[in-house]
């Protein structure tokens, strides 16, 4: 059992008021607050070793070089990595994403075939349709059903020789609906094609394990797990890092340079161009050692007991829709009260001091799937409370009966 007074005390801004209102904060899908620890560690990295790493043989250059590589060695181990250099420090999700299908435009040709799933965030969209346009490979979607569920028959039919990549989220962020991503990784596997996965959803519920997992390519941004903005990781098989080129060429990422010819630097640095965020990179390490303390099979179940509370609460509004009812689902709530647009709820209950989002969550062919405008998401973690859950659900009928 998690002590969650103890840990709500970890996190400063949740004794905050808002609006004059005790804060009730459910919009962790688009970032989780942040810990005393990683507070303090950000402060502490700006205080007493701000350097550039990897280029001075001054001490505080070393001391912050030392920093950043024992935080990839932490996220190696959490990740279970076979190498560090397989662990590439990104800006985020996105730039990760963009890093690999960038990467993919040497290897594809006209006809070739990338795989996407309904259920992805704009940034595992935009990213694979910019490469077709660029290659003249054709993007194939794996179609959902109304419960917010990939359908796997179809995915199996999509499957062939022409497959290059296939790139799925581990969870939605819009449904919190858990794919089946070992089955996945599996087949994409049997047809000779690379998979990546979006993991940002799915790092903040539980630990992934990539060579249990096999996947290719798995991907996560520092934000949503208790750490800085700014920083995120990109794992990538060692044969593969060692194919792809290079996404940003200057500085680090080199061995050698002149006006005829560049050489690249090794792994990881070959993907790591430029002054990276320093402090992100360290401090990332922080957060997962703050997460790891608690313990994912800890934050699971308890996450999982909010979901039911809140869903069940919930339901009790005549009228509300809930929006993805997968099986397999994380603490997100997605949902509408008849033709109440989301944004008018949203902005009724922030005035109660409630923070979600509400819109399309860059997630608009979800939207359209179902023809709707965007949903109202309560996302729930770990330092969350069904005490909280019950003042949301009271905010969202005193919204239903102003805006009826």
């Excluded at 690249?264 to 360290?282: Q, R, S």
Aim: proline residues 4%.
């Amino acid at each position: 059992m998690l002590d969650i007074n103890k840990i709500r005390a970890d996190f400063p801004i949740l004794s905050q008021k808002v609006n004059g209102k005790p804060l009730v904060y459910f919009d962790n899908g688009a970032t989780s607050q942040k810990p005393k620890a990683v507070i303090d560690a950000i402060s502490k990295y700006y205080e007493e070793i701000n350097a550039n790493i990897h280029r001075g043989v001054h001490t505080l250059s070393q001391l912050a070089t030392d920093a950043y590589e024992i935080s990839r060695g932490k996220i190696q181990n959490h990740i279970n990595a076979k190498f560090p250099y397989e662990v590439i420090f990104t800006s985020g999700t996105t730039h990760a994403i963009n890093a690999v299908a960038n990467g993919f435009a040497s290897i594809l040709k006209t006809g070739d075939e990338v795989l996407v799933s309904a259920l992805e965030h704009h940034s595992n969209i935009v990213p694979w349709q910019m490469l077709c346009e660029r290659t003249g490979a054709v993007l194939k979607v794996i179609p959902m059903n109304k419960n917010g569920e990939l359908i796997m028959s179809d995915f199996d039919k999509l499957l062939s020789e022409k497959t290059k990549i296939v790139t799925v989220n581990h969870i939605s962020n819009a449904l919190g609906t858990i794919n089946p991503i070992e089955y996945m990784i599996k087949k994409a596997h049997e047809v000779g094609a690379a998979i990546l996965i979006d993991g940002a959803q799915a790092t903040p519920h539980l630990k992934p394990d990539v060579q249990v997992l096999d996947c290719d390519f798995y991907v996560f941004s520092g934000h949503k797990i208790c750490g800085p903005t700014g920083v995120g990781i990109l794992y990538g098989k060692e044969e593969w890092l060692r194919k792809l080129p290079p996404y940003q060429g200057g500085g680090e990422m080199i061995a050698t340079v002149s006006f005829e010819k560049t050489t690249y630097a090794d792994l990881p640095h070959k993907f790591e161009a430029g002054t990276p965020n320093i402090e992100g990179g360290i401090v990332l390490g922080t957060a997962i050692d703050y997460m790891n303390e608690i313990g994912f099979e800890n934050i699971a179940a308890y996450e999982q007991e909010l979901l039911e509370y809140g869903t069940e609460k919930l339901l009790e509004i005549e009228g509300l829709k809930i929006y993805g009812t997968a099986e397999a689902k994380t603490s997100v709530i997605s949902f509408n009260i008849g033709e109440i647009h989301p944004y008018d709820i949203g902005t009724i209950i922030d005035k109660l001091g409630i923070a979600v989002r509400t819109g399309h969550h860059c997630a608009q062919p979800i939207m359209d799937f179902f023809n709707i405008p965007g949903t109202i998401r309560a996302s729930f973690a770990f330092y969350n409370t069904n005490e909280e859950i019950d003042i949301f659900v009271e905010a969202v009928k005193k919204a239903k009966m102003m805006l009826t």
